[in-house]
């Protein structure tokens, strides 16, 4: 690592992959903040944190030309620190690999960034991979709010072994926050102006915890008691295994009304043999099966799930079984992805793995008939009233971005950002639909 240079007073965050890591992105911006430093663009702050995905080797390798990038940046090279997950599996080979990079923290280490960035800074190595049994939680600054809708990672880690998956090897064992500390950090966001929280985790259904009284709960303990919090309006959470979707968690689709008609629980696959492969625990049968349960109680709910194409030794017929499941489900839309062999999990020594340009054809197809499913969707929702909340100005001068109970992003014109607005639909596209603002009959 490189010789003793002056202390960083401004940082730049960018973050890769899934929400999880937006979220730790914020909580290492906030931490950075309380040390003093102030948040600036990639171009000009003196230290760039790379918050990193290590899901698939695309999302691995992103980081390395980010380094290259960042390293002949014009006006000077900056302090490079990379986070998450390839920090985590990568660990100091990082710096051996690119001599560029000054600090590596894994993610349940980086409350540990203030001593990380002064060893930096003296030119002392800086690696932490740690999973330490104290919480980063606990050592990280009180959380603010003030974005109308946050997230709030609740649950970290995998037990599932999915044999295609590293989440278990970066992440680590499944731990649950405590209640009080997750009810405070939802009381601190709400106080700061947050209107909406999107509980997160790996697994968050599998979240549980003790409450208040020694009782244990489940997220729907947990989000009964965040639907009582004044000023919470709306309550997400994702993503979720099927194998964990308790009937109290359904029921609560039922019956909490600040919880949103919305579920993302990915199946991965419609082939029972494939699932078996992928060590998914469920058959497509009882994937089905909860999600008529859910509709049952909430007919209109949006079903978001994600999908790999290419498993090793999947076959055409399989693929096509994937294919009726997602005709079957009726997504309103879905993330899917190309079989990528990650390293130390079992299905990347598997005998058959499927040719690239296979994989890229099954994935057109796949993703033809989702987006067909998301447009139908959105379509489907013309004509109907629902309250946006407003999270960001849109492109045009005066207009402004929401989002609907369904999680679709909604333009209106006119707006503050946080208001809760009544609209109805009037047109939809596959990514974007408009909105008209209701006058209330006292306006
Ligand atoms: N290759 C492709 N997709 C993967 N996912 C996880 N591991 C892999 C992999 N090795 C997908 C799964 C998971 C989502 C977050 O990423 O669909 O649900
Ligand atoms: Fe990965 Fe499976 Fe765990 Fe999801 S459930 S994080 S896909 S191992």
Request: net charge negative.
């Amino acid at each position: 690592m490189s010789s003793p240079r002056p202390a960083p007073k401004s940082f730049h965050v960018k973050s890769f992959g899934c929400q999880m890591n937006v979220y730790d992105g914020a909580r290492m911006a906030e931490l950075m903040q309380a040390e003093g430093m102030v948040e600036a663009g990639a171009d000009d702050a003196d230290l760039v944190l790379l918050n990193t995905c290590h899901i698939r080797e695309k999302a691995a390798e992103k980081v390395y030309s980010d380094i290259g990038r960042l390293a002949k940046r014009a006006g000077g090279k900056p302090m490079i620190a990379v986070a998450g997950c390839v920090a985590q599996a990568e660990g100091a080979e990082i710096p051996k690999r690119a001599k560029a990079v000054d600090l590596v923290v894994g993610p349940q280490a980086y409350h540990r960034l203030p001593g990380l960035i002064a060893d930096a800074v003296a030119g002392r190595p800086a690696v932490d991979t740690d999973m330490p049994a104290a919480s980063k939680f606990d050592a990280l600054p009180a959380r603010r709010g003030g974005a109308p809708s946050a997230f709030l990672t609740v649950q970290e880690g995998c037990d599932k072994f999915c044999t295609y998956c590293v989440v278990p090897y970066t992440r680590g064992a499944e731990v649950s926050r405590p209640w009080a500390a997750v009810m405070d950090e939802a009381k601190a966001l709400v106080d700061g102006g947050t209107r909406e929280i999107t509980l997160l985790g790996q697994n968050v259904n599998a979240w549980t915890a003790e409450d208040e009284t020694g009782r244990a709960q489940g997220l729907d303990g947990l989000i009964r008691a965040l639907d009582r919090l004044p000023g919470l309006e709306r309550i997400r959470y994702m993503t979720s295994h099927p194998n964990d979707m308790a009937d109290g968690l359904i029921a609560a689709h039922g019956d909490v009304a600040s919880l949103m008609p919305f579920l993302h629980l990915p199946v991965q696959s419609g082939s029972d043999r494939i699932l078996k492969a992928m060590n998914r625990a469920h058959d497509l049968a009882s994937y089905l099966r909860l999600i008529d349960r859910v509709r049952a109680v909430r007919p209109d709910i949006a079903v978001s799930g994600d999908y790999i194409v290419g498993f090793p030794g999947e076959t055409d017929a399989e693929f096509e079984e994937t294919l009726a499941a997602i005709r079957e489900v009726g997504h309103a839309q879905a993330y899917s992805f190309k079989y990528s062999p990650r390293p130390g999990t079992p299905a990347a020594t598997m005998d058959d793995q499927i040719a690239p340009q296979v994989m890229d054809e099954r994935l057109q197809r796949l993703q033809a008939l989702i987006g067909d499913q998301q447009l139908a969707f959105n379509r489907a929702t013309i004509g109907r009233t629902c309250d946006i909340l407003i999270e960001r100005k849109g492109k045009q001068p005066g207009q402004m971005l929401g989002k609907s109970p369904w999680l679709q992003s909604v333009l209106i014109d006119g707006g503050e950002i946080g208001d809760l607005v009544e609209v109805e639909i009037v047109a939809a596209g596959p990514q974007s639909m408009h909105g008209e603002r209701q006058r209330r009959a006292a306006a």
